[in-house]
């Protein structure tokens, strides 16, 4: 954002007139806007392998390095171990057990 934005902002928030304030709105929704498509394709990408990385989980825990070795030739080119981690922790969590230990394993919930 330019920093004529922020002037200008600042002088609306002190009750005074601004004579670009269209030009302002379009500078606040693009920030806010920003990076909207990469964040759309990483979750698309996420919800493609969804299921390949559930349906590597069973009742039997396993650690993500061996989820990855079972599900690897499944997935994306590109798609590594730390993302297959990434969506175990954070995106796919109620579907998974945690089972804590060193190293952590993980099976379906």
């Known amino acids: ?5 922020l002037i200008a902002m600042l002088s609306v928030l002190n009750g005074e007139g601004v ?3 269209d ?32 349906g590597g989980l069973s009742d039997t825990p396993v650690t993500i390095a061996e989820l990855y070795e079972s599900i690897k030739d499944e997935l994306p080119e590109g798609f590594s171990r730390n993302k297959v981690q990434y969506a175990i922790v954070n995106l796919y969590k109620d579907e998974v057990e945690k ?3 060193s190293p952590n394993t993980y099976k379906r919930a």
């Open 1 to 5: 954002m330019k920093k004529a934005t």
């Open 99 to 101: 089972i804590s230990g």
């Open 19 to 21: 004579a670009n304030i």
């Open 23 to 54: 030009t302002i709105r379009e500078e606040i929704e693009a920030e806010l806007n920003r990076g909207a498509d990469k964040r759309a394709a990483k979750a698309a990408e996420y919800d493609a392998v969804r299921e390949t990385i559930l």
